[in-house]
């Protein structure tokens, strides 16, 4: 054997290194064949949690398939579209988060994750805008610089569903400014701004000053807004004020409260609202009282307070166990974390 051929034989493709499987599979000739193989096929998952979702995926993407008899052009289209909304993505831009919020697909997700408790504070899509660097504040600050919009002040408790405070609870936050941009969305972005996290008291008692946000139009550059223009369907959402709550032995609440009013909270392009999520704001024409919050021009501002209530982890697993139970076909399959 030459060395040059030797030399060759390193860079040939190899398989995975699995085998062949331990029966025979017809020949695709019909195509209920390709279903029919490739069902057989997923019966070798390891994992039985992987096994039940990919049989279920392979079902219903070959029956809509088949009966909406999808043609190669239309396919093809599908594909460049999904690459698009890949390509669209940054570490700041997620153009997938967005597709599945539009689709209603992480409201669907999150609902089902997160069933009612009765008292607790109920979830809401995370959305596209959130990052990993809001800065951590004290008591009081605020998550906005000067002139990101009008004052607001938020103030609650963090409790449990048994009316006790969590001192020491996590609060996150993030919100549009006054013009309805994320600080993401501005290219010029040094730092972040309109977010930060801040903790509960000894009382479970929290505040911040902010900014009054508002409705605003998710991004329309991209695929994601050529899809809805596509579906007649408008891209704007209320405005409202992010939240994700963590505290030590309660489930982990990714929420947003959306204040009363707004013409956009019966068609949220993203499906994020819910009822008992939305809030008052209270007019404050006070301008010691605004001074004395710390808002530096004073005047007047908006008050929102909202206590939020935890979930205790075994009570949401529980809730969501027992929607399993009642929703899932196969009793068998597990249900994951």
């Known amino acids: 054997m030459s060395d040059n051929f030797s030399a060759a034989l390193e860079d040939v493709a190899v398989s995975n290194g699995l085998p062949a499987p331990p029966f025979e599979l017809p020949f695709p000739d019909k195509p209920e064949l390709i279903t029919e193989n490739l069902l057989k096929l997923v019966e070798l998952t390891p994992d039985p949690r992987h096994r039940f979702l990919f049989r279920n995926l392979i079902l219903h993407l070959h029956q809509f398939v088949e009966e909406t008899t999808l043609t190669t052009e239309e396919w093809m289209a599908t594909i460049q579209f999904l690459t698009r909304v890949g390509q669209k993505c940054t570490d700041i831009r997620q153009e997938c988060i967005l597709l599945s919020d539009t689709l209603g697909v992480s409201a669907l997700v999150d ?9 607790g504070t109920e979830s809401s899509v995370l959305g596209p805008f959130h990052t990993d660097d809001a800065p951590d504040l004290d008591t009081g600050s605020s998550i906005a610089s000067e002139g990101k919009g009008r004052y607001m002040y938020v103030e609650g408790r963090v409790l449990g569903t048994d009316g006790k405070p969590i001192a020491g609870a996590t609060i996150e936050t993030w919100e549009t400014d006054g013009h309805g941009f994320y600080d993401t969305q501005y290219a010029n972005r040094e730092a972040p701004d ?3 996290r801040v903790k509960s008291g000894p009382d479970g008692r929290y505040e911040f000053r902010a900014v009054v946000p ?10 994601v807004g050529d899809m809805l223009l596509l ?32 013409d956009w909270l019966s068609s949220d392009a993203v499906f994020g609202v819910k009822k008992s999520l939305v809030v008052k704001l209270t007019d404050v024409n006070d301008d010691a009282e605004a001074l004395k919050r710390g808002f530096a021009k004073g005047g ?20 969501r166990e027992q929607f399993a139970k009642e929703h899932v076909k196969d009793a068998a399959v597990p249900v994951s974390a």
Do not use: Q
Not at 111 to 119: H, Y
Not at 214 to 223: A, F, K, R, S, T
């Open 300 to 319: 007047s501002f908006k008050l929102l307070k909202f206590d939020i209530v935890m979930v205790p982890e075994a009570d949401s697993r529980a809730a």
């Open 214 to 223: 508002v409705p605003y139009p998710i991004p329309g550059d991209g695929p």
């Open 231 to 262: 579906l007649g369907r408008h891209n704007m959402r209320p405005n409202h004020l992010h939240f994700i709550v963590e505290a030590p032995g309660y489930n982990r609440l990714v929420t947003a409260v959306y204040p009363e009013g707004d």
């Open 111 to 119: 609902a089902i994750n997160n069933p009612p408790i009765s008292g």
């Open 194 to 196: 309109c977010r930060g």
